[in-house]
């Protein structure tokens, strides 16, 4: 008996025939070598994720050009040379029988370097970023789009543009970040101008068929940020532009560790709001939403409900990838929720540490520290 038929409904991406409405949302674990080369750790995760039932699995964010490297192990997809290694991560997915999409950033004025760019010179912790030139900006353009080129090349079924977590898509658009007088700042048209001219030339080379998602901040949820207003405005016109789906999110890594934040981070479903209000506003797209959706009776009732299309699950996934088979009833035991107050996953990325779960039993844990410890 299917107990969540929404959950379990089927749902088309462009030319995809998803099986149900479950996703991996991008989560970076790192697992990549220094040279941001897909290691054996990071097939070994993501056949689990492949094989977790969802009918989706977007592989987490990917660096576009080595000024934009937003952490220490993150897979790069910046030369041509990278294909090979990111097509075994397609492979993987599919042979478990998941669609694979790959998440394509540039970290901008969060990047892992001291020496970053960004729309403007705004500090961020101890560090001010350097304002891009607007040849630097036309020059980005291109690395997305040739990145976007190297994801379909590689064999995903789709590419995602990463425009959340306030990074450098997302600085463009926050009137906190962008203080240009050029074109490409001051009004929220000249603002959002980057995110488009990025789309257009993805468009361009990897063609009108290919699926092409869009990450959406949402709300920065920060003093002087981007507001939900804007952000509906801004995914009406990409709407328009043709992207694919927008896959709803909020706050920014100088959000995140705010009190407010990290009291509303601990509800199940606690991004869903934005997601069902950039619902309402665009019916027709395909929107996505995240946020600690822990249970397949959540899940099913977001569906249900309309609030949005499609629900993506990162560290819920994480703590238990047998998830959505165990919704399903094909594995009889309970699922494994992510601990709400446990931000382990997060706290040793932070540390430029591999990151495993403190939901895994003891034994994947100690198999998990032997892997990575080469023994
Ligand atoms: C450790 C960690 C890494 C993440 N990496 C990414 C990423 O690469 N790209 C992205 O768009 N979001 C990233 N996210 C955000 C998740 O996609 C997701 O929106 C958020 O964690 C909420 O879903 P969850 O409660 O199921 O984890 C990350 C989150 C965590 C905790």
Redesign the pocket.
Known sequence: MNLYPNLFSPIKIKGLNLSNRITM????VGYADAEGKVTELVLDHYKKMGASGASLIVV??MCIDPSGLGAPFMLRVDKDEYIDGLKKISDTIHNEGAYAFA?INHAGRYAFMRDRIAPSPVKVWDVTPREMTVNEIKFMIERYADAALRIKKAGFDGVEL?G??GYLLSQFVSPRLNKRTDEYGGSLEARMRFPIEVLEAVRKKVGEEYPVGY?LLADELYPGGLTLDEAVVFAKTYAEKGIDYLSV?AGTHESFKMPPYVEMERNEGY?VPFAKAIKKALPETVIIA????QTPQYADKVIKDKEADLI?????LFSDPLWPKKAKGEIAEPIVA?NPSCSQ??DM?MKGKR?YCSQWSKKERQDFIKKIEGK
């Open positions: 949302a991008p989560m970076y987490e964010n998440q990463h959340g977590t990450r999110m991004m995240a946020g600690r959706i993506g699950l990162a560290r819920v992510c996953c997060m990325i990151p």
